[in-house]
Structure formats: structure tokens, C-alpha cells
């Protein structure tokens, strides 16, 4: 039996889309610090909030975006975003004079960030062959896991001859590459079946409150996305002070090394990951992932030599490579099929979330311990995680295979 076809010219072009948007999310979330520092004279709270108001600004409009996808087209949504995503890319030539035009054009970046992330991820996973949606979806985060690991080292590269016109310039270059791929891809027609199940609900939410949460977040998504939440939570130790840390145990030359080292494990595995995921329960891929990870983070806490800080990063690499596309994979696979966009914009919100409340709460135990410290907190919180997991999924998925299994015997 022949497999369905997950590698179409269309899937690579909205995985490249994908792409260079995170790129150019995470080269400014490492390189805009350091020049708020050392470009806008800002101290350091003003440096945290170069993150913490994108962040803002994501989770603002990241409980909409779902539904304008789901209602007003996934491509339409897609492009809209991406101009924006771009308009406020060349408003930084703008704000150079100023921390608080700065930092209200990083507020319009975020917002763009959240509908054209969440448009993206919506056609990816409706263009994946339902028979293969993990490996899809693996392939598809892939993309954007890459993005996160090379954006931090190619910022600090950009940044490194304190030139602000080469790093906006390149910001704006990357981001027009993206707008290209999305105005060529190609989101498919809702099935009749897919609208006459999204008419009904429509209609009666017609009758109450635009603003009813119903309409913004997906019930069915928010377990996984709960768990989501804290992954980043933790995950944020890392894009935000990795820097910092190695610079303080004299290894900062591995710094960029280590997001490569991140980035080739998640490669490397990734399509087993996605085999794994559609051939049996993703508990085979979620435990052993969050295990990876917290042991890379407790390691890390403890290292003294670049070997060991390279060495870290390869493990949890494997372990993080792992767990996001596992659990954004199951936030949409448990919606309903015209639910898909709130299901993201309901993965994106929580992960988003703790992304920025988690580069806050780090940065705090930091400055008040140290480093090593901020890192053995980062690694038992995705125990927390862990938990979760087991008592919102896990748990509940055993019940329902138990009560099937029983059907199955009585019939």
C-alpha cells in the first residue's frame, strides 16, 4: 500500500514561510536586547521588555487569530499577517531615537507574529494526509524548531559589529522572503462536511456575546496547551540568558555552537519522531522527550567547560525536538476539523505565554542567585509539566481505551 504523499511543492512552501518568520522572531529576541543596551542606551529592564511586549502583543491577538482563520480564509489570514509582519519590520528604521516608539513597534510585530503563525500552522495541517499527521506535523515544526535555534545565533552575528542598519536591513530582507512563500502557497477549500459542522456552532454563538470565549479558545486544545505552556516556560532560560551564562564561565565562544548543536538534533531525529507518533501513543515520544530535556537543563546548570555546554545542548536538542511537535500535533488532532485554528491560537497563546512570563520569572531568580541556579529551577519545572501531562491526557486517554475495550468484549 503506497503511503500518501506528505513532500508536496506546497508543504515545503509553507514550511519555508514558516521558517523565516521564526528566524526573524528569534534573531530580534536575542539581538534587540543588545541593542536597546548598547544602540538606545536602555538599562535592563528595558532590555527584558523587548521580549516581554512582543510577547504581549502575541497573546493579545493570538485568541482572535484562530477564529479569523477559521472564518475569514486560512491563506487570506496568512498574508495579512505577513504585511503587517514586514510593516513593522521597516518601522524600526524609524524608532531610532526612541525606547518607547521601539518598543510600540516590537508591540505591532508581536500581533502580526500571532495570526501569521497561527494562519501558517492551520495549512500545514490541513494540507498533511490524515493518515500521516504526526510524521507531517513533525516535518512541519521542524521548520520552525530550526528557526528557533539558528534566529539566536544568527543574531548575535548580525549584531556583532554593533552595525543597527545591517541587522534591521537583514530583518526586513528575511521577513520579505517569507512574505513571498505564503503569497505562493496554496490553503485548501474547506470540505461541504467541514462547513455544514462549522455552520452550526456559528450560528448559535450568533446569539450570544462576540466576545464569548467559546469563539477564541478550544476547549479540547487547553490540556496540551497547559503543558505547552510550561515546556516554554522553561525553554525561555534558554533563547534569553544562554549568552549571558556562557559569557559568565568564560566559554561564550560555544555560544552559537550550541543553538547548531540544538538545531542538528532536532534534524536528525525528527523523522523518526514523526513515525513514532503516527504508529503508536505519543506517551512513547512525550516522556522520553521532557526526561532528554530536563536532564540536558540539570547538566547545564553544572557545566564548566564548552565540551559539556555542547554536549548539553545535544540532548536536549533530541529531548525538545521531541516534545513540540508532539504536543502541538495533539492540540489539533483532539479538535474538531473546523476547530483546527482556535486549536492552534490556543497552543500558540499558552506557549507564547510562558514563553514571556517564563524570560520575566528566569531573569528574576538570576539576578537574585546566579546562573547555575536559574538553570537547576528551569530543569524541574518541566516536571511540573510532566504531571500535567500524565493527569490531563495520559490518564484520560487510558479511561477511553479501557471503556473501548469493554464495548468491544460485551459486543
Known sequence: MNKEKIWTRNFFVVCMSSF??????????????????????????????????????????????????????????????????????????????GIFLFLFARL?????????????????????????????????????SIGMVIGPALGLFLWKDKNVNVLLLSLCVITAISLAFTLIMKAPERSRISDQAAEKPLQTEKKRNRLHWSKIIEPTALPISLVGFILSFSYS????????????????????????AFAVMIVAFRPLIGRVFDRYKEHYLYYPGIFLFSIGMLLLSQAHSGTMVLVDGIIMGIGYGALLPCLQTLAMKLAPEHRRGNATGTFFLLFDLGYGIGSYFM?????????????????????????????????????????????????
Open 20 to 97: 523565516f518568520m521564526f528566524l526573524t522572531f528569534y534573531i530580534s529576541a536575542t539581538a534587540f536586547p543588545l541593542y536597546v543596551k548598547e544602540g538606545l542606551h536602555g538599562d535592563q529592564r528595558q532590555m527584558g521588555l523587548v521580549i516581554t511586549v512582543y510577547v504581549i502583543g502575541s497573546v493579545m491577538l493570538r485568541p482572535f487569530s484562530g477564529g479569523w482563520v477559521d472564518r475569514f480564509g486560512q491563506k487570506k489570514m496568512a498574508i495579512i499577517g505577513m504585511i503587517v509582519f514586514l510593516a513593522a519590520s521597516i518601522s524600526y528604521f524609524g524608532t531610532k531615537n
Open 108 to 144: 505591532i510585530h508581536g500581533m502580526s507574529y500571532a495570526l501569521s503563525s497561527t494562519a501558517t500552522s492551520t495549512v500545514a495541517a490541513s494540507i498533511i494526509p490524515a493518515s500521516r499527521q504526526g510524521e507531517g506535523m513533525g516535518y512541519f515544526s521542524m521548520f520552525m
Open 237 to 260: 532560560s534558554l533563547s534569553g540568558f544562554i549568552a549571558s551564562f556562557t559569557s559568565e564561565i568564560h566559554q561564550s565562544q560555544v555560544t552559537s555552537t550550541f543553538f547548531v
Open 363 to 411: 531573569g528574576f531568580i538570576a539576578a537574585y542567585t546566579d546562573y547555575r541556579m536559574m538553570y537547576v529551577v528551569a530543569a524541574f519545572v518541566p516536571m511540573l509539566s510532566a504531571a500535567l501531562y500524565y493527569l490531563l491526557h495520559h490518564r484520560k486517554q487510558f479511561k477511553l481505551a479501557a471503556a473501548r475495550k469493554q464495548e468491544a468484549e460485551a459486543a
